[in-house]
């Protein structure tokens, strides 16, 4: 059974961690190794780890959008350390173990196969992106250089436009067939959550989260 990491405070709107998110070690020791003013950094790490990692009905805003856009979003939040790329959180060995362990702790597996759907998703798009729907290729022409009474036939290379809508086709339907695993899977995992008695979270502000 997953547990609630992260969430937002509906009073400030900041990124808080719960009793039972700071007893996770790489959360614990990511906040206790923090010399910045105030916490700076840890608050801003988890800031962007929620932004970025969290799903569900209490997670990011942006949790549908695709994970480069994701991370460009989070780094630019209130509460996100503005002066630094997302390459910085997604680089600190610190913040790599946090991430590791808010997924395993915080999603089922259900939940974690169908993030990798999306992330699958998200490359099969790009993919898709960089196929032309023409494409160039080179084809051989014998052509003559003397005359009727004395031929000389040689081959030259020519550059053509072919049609490549076919295997932009192959593509559509790779990412068809992934969004329909991916409303799979989301059935499962509501049917999952009701078992767990999971439809929502109560978060009392005051009894949670490192000061």
Same mark, same amino acid.
């Given at each position: 059974?997953?547990?609630?990491?992260?969430?937002i405070?509906?009073?400030?709107?900041?990124?808080?961690?719960?009793?039972?998110?700071?007893?996770?070690?790489?959360?614990?020791?990511?906040?206790?190794?923090?010399?910045?003013?105030?916490?700076?950094?840890?608050?801003?790490?988890?800031?962007?780890?929620?932004?970025?990692?969290?799903?569900?009905?209490?997670?990011?805003?942006?949790?549908?959008?695709?994970?480069?856009?994701?991370?460009?979003?989070?780094?630019?939040?209130?509460?996100?350390d503005?002066?630094?790329?997302?390459? /910085?959180?997604?680089e600190?060995?610190?913040?790599i $173990?946090? +991430?590791e362990?808010? @997924?395993?702790?915080? !999603?089922? &597996?259900?939940?974690?196969?169908?993030?990798?759907?999306?992330?699958?998703?998200e490359?099969?798009?790009?993919?898709?992106?960089?196929?032309?729907?023409?494409?160039?290729?080179?084809i051989?022409?014998?052509?003559?250089?003397?005359?009727? /009474?004395?031929?000389?036939?040689?081959?030259?290379? $020519?550059? +053509?436009?072919?049609? @490549?809508?076919?295997? !932009?086709? &192959?593509?559509?339907?790779s990412?068809?067939?992934i969004?329909?695993?991916?409303?799979?899977?989301?059935?499962m995992?509501?049917?999952?959550?009701?078992?767990?008695?999971?439809?929502?979270?109560?978060?009392?502000?005051?009894?949670?989260?490192?000061?």
């Open positions: 059974m997953s547990i609630v990491i992260l969430y405070d509906s009073v400030d709107g900041q990124v808080k961690i719960t009793k039972e998110g700071k007893q996770i070690s790489s959360f614990l020791r990511l906040y206790e190794e923090d010399t910045s003013p105030g916490k700076k950094f840890f608050r801003s790490a988890i800031a962007f780890i929620f932004y970025v990692y969290a799903i569900g009905e209490h997670g990011s805003p942006f949790q549908n959008i695709f994970f480069k856009n994701r991370c460009t979003i989070a780094a630019r939040d209130k509460w996100v503005k002066e630094r790329d997302p390459e /910085e959180y997604l600190n060995k610190l913040i $173990k946090a +991430i362990e808010f @997924n395993e702790y915080s !999603k089922s &597996k259900l939940e974690r196969f169908q993030e990798k759907l999306f992330d699958d998703m490359k099969t798009i790009e993919e898709l992106n960089k196929i032309p729907m023409k494409k160039k290729i080179f051989e022409l014998d052509i003559n250089f003397g005359t009727d /009474e004395s031929p000389d036939m040689r081959k030259v290379k $020519k550059q +053509i436009e072919v049609d @490549n809508s076919i295997e !932009k086709m &192959k593509i559509y339907k990412i068809g067939e969004y329909d695993l991916q409303k799979k899977y989301e059935q995992i509501a049917a999952e959550k009701i078992v767990e008695g999971k439809k929502g979270y109560i978060f009392d502000t005051k009894e949670t989260g490192l000061r």
